[in-house]
């Protein structure tokens, strides 16, 4: 089972990633070389047309938007004004019906598609692993219950039984996920003809496409911030986040193990000597400035005493060793804040500074609070 | 009885032609269209630590302000939104109206900046580029700009170090991240944050990207692009929207350990304004701001709802308190036709208080 997983690491996963990799540079490259013109502005985007850019194309992704409402409105002249006697009166109710609803529909593309489109990265990692898992003889997933692990590579079967179990997870939140969105998508359409009821008489009725795709645009946020604000979304936007970030954590897991082995150094060492690196630097931050706090203290302090000692001298019988000691024990220890060093002193004078500002009196404001 | 529904099946096909008659010549307008600039307003480097730079703008004539304003913007997206585009550029229309105009540039953080942690940025990073200011002015205290996260950091800095700022103006900053309207929050309040940063590292500026994208996911995944099409033979429109795509999609990663912070003690926690958010160890009490602060907002934002920057007011110490409502959204308050009202509005409010 080692052997199949790290064959897999080795062969499939590198190959699967090479030729996603190059599927994406001859999609780009194909797009350098086209021509600039096409009856069908999306012809060279779309993956059903041979030869064409694969649907995970970037571009294609980007254009995606556009295709969609352009799909959307050839569908619609085709199907529901394109009947064999357009005049014909019709139930408007089904006529929308036919525009949003059934399952060729663009505009589910739009809620269903979010996911994917963001899952890049994530997504295509664990489909890397969970294909690797299955060729690796764990079969169907779903049914199976983990087997004991025993004996040497009992550590390593340990580790793929959590990432099948974090991948089952992650598949059921995000079905989860799913299922919200296409309630949101329905929710729209319901949506919709309440917005298109209130639009019957003369004067208000949609007249073009586009002004029937903006009034379900704003159908179609207001039903999906209505769920996204749902005490159900928030949990199961949390737990599919969460399932996401253990596949990906156990799949980091797996690959330092390996890289250990091959004695290639892992991200957790990096960060680890980050972290140390950063926590020096922050010391060497506040050392100076503490050291330069003392000295400022101790120039204070012997200020303080010169200055004792200099009206001793004045008047030296009117001065006793206790008038001096109560002269340096009074006098200001602060520093003056002059712009200049505060580079340098600023992060151990924090605490000070704080006090300071609550003793200050107010500054000149305006009392006029709105 | 009539029907809503009034599209003309002629009139249908005619919209269908249309649309991709323009989109087919628009994409040869795309073909070779050059990566729009930013307003790249003159200005010079002040200051420089790490990745991060302190730049400070050039106006036409001498500024007529004595006290330097230094914007902070937020770590997410990068802070040329400030100065996007030429006619109306913030920073631009700032210095027209003689303020003098500091910027702090947070740059692109990478696997070096992964435990960089609020402390950091704002005991360290931002207090260094306030004194940097200072010395350069010679002065005990300069005019804080804060926007959006970076309001929230300025709140943060002014109550840690109120000597250091005399007056503190804060753009669509969150305050109250429990408001019921706040789509970000809602979301990540089950969010197990420890194992997303140290899953994650760095949080990757393409994830933070998407996320925004699925707060209103037809109106941006699909309706913007619909209406690309009618743009696409108008050069200068174009470039206005290209120039906006370069600015929301060429965004920074954010740095794990700030991110960690960040989400815990202001989106989980709401500690800004329960008063039990410390920075560093040091407590961020808002009734310790007694500068005067103006605060605005947007009333469309659906990043930092109204109500999340309203609460300001509630807790803020200072009996100087100013709000303005802008009539907008989160970036239409710096790019849109009315974006122009707000520079003034800022001048003004400066002026009044350096007499």
Known sequence: MIDQASDFLQQDFLKQYQGLAQQAWESWARQLQQPGTSANPFAGFNSANAGAAPSDDLLARSLSGMKNYFDWMQSAAAGTFGSPNPSQAFDWRQQLQQLFGGASQPFGQAFAGIDSTAAQGFGQQWQAWLQAAQQGGFGDLRGLQPMAPFGLSREQQLQQQALMAAVLEYLETSRRYQALLQQANAQAAERLQDKLAQRAEPGRQVESLKALYDLWVDSAEESYAEIALSAEFREVYGAMVNAQMRVRELQQQQTEQYCRELGIPTRSEVASLGQRLQEIRRELRVRPNAEADEHERKIAALHAELVALKKQMQTPAALSKTAVKKAIKTTPVKATAKPGKAAVKSASSRPASRKTASKAPARSIARKRK | ?355
């Open chain 2, 1 to 355: 009885m009539y029907t809503p529904l009034r599209i003309d099946p002629s009139k249908a096909l005619a919209e269908i032609s249309t649309f991709q008659r323009k989109l087919a010549a628009g994409m040869v307008n795309l073909r070779g269209f050059g990566e729009p600039e930013y307003a790249n307003t003159p200005r010079e480097l002040v200051y420089q630590e790490d990745k991060l730079k302190v730049w400070h703008f050039k106006g036409n004539g001498k500024p007529s302000s004595k006290v330097p304003l230094l914007i902070v913007y937020a770590l997410v997206n990068t802070v040329w939104m400030t100065d996007l585009q030429a006619d109306r550029s913030l920073v631009r229309n700032l210095l027209d109206q003689g303020e003098d105009v500091y910027l702090i540039d947070w740059g692109y953080p990478d696997g070096a900046d992964r435990w960089l942690t609020l402390d950091d940025y704002i005991n360290g990073y931002l207090d260094r580029c306030v004194d940097a200011v200072r010395k350069r002015h010679e002065l005990d205290a300069i005019n804080l700009l804060g926007i959006c996260q970076g309001g929230a950091f300025s709140l943060c800095y002014t109550a840690i170090h109120p000597d250091k700022v005399k007056n503190l103006i804060t753009m669509v900053t969150p305050v109250d991240y429990h408001t019921p309207d706040n789509m970000l929050s809602h979301w990540v309040q089950n969010l197990d944050v420890d194992l997303f940063v140290n899953t994650l590292g760095n949080i990757p500026a393409a994830l933070m990207n998407y996320v925004y994208l699925t707060l209103k996911p037809v109106r941006l995944n699909q309706q913007k692009y619909v209406g690309l099409v009618d743009i696409l033979d108008d050069p200068n429109e174009l470039a206005n929207f290209l120039r906006m795509e370069r600015w929301i999609f060429d965004s920074p990663d954010q740095a794990g350990e700030a991110f960690r912070q960040f989400i815990k003690d202001f989106y989980q926690g709401n500690k800004l304004v329960k008063g039990t958010l410390e920075i560093g160890g040091q407590p961020v009490d808002l009734g310790m701001i007694t500068q005067p602060v103006l605060n605005i907002f947007a009333e469309l934002d659906h990043l930092v709802p109204p109500d999340a920057s309203r609460a300001l007011g509630k807790h803020v110490g200072t009996t100087d308190y100013t709000q303005l409502a802008f009539k907008g959204g989160h970036i239409g308050i710096y790019v849109s036709g009315r974006a122009r009202e707000v520079p003034p509005t800022i001048h003004q409010w400066l002026a009044q208080r350096s007499r």
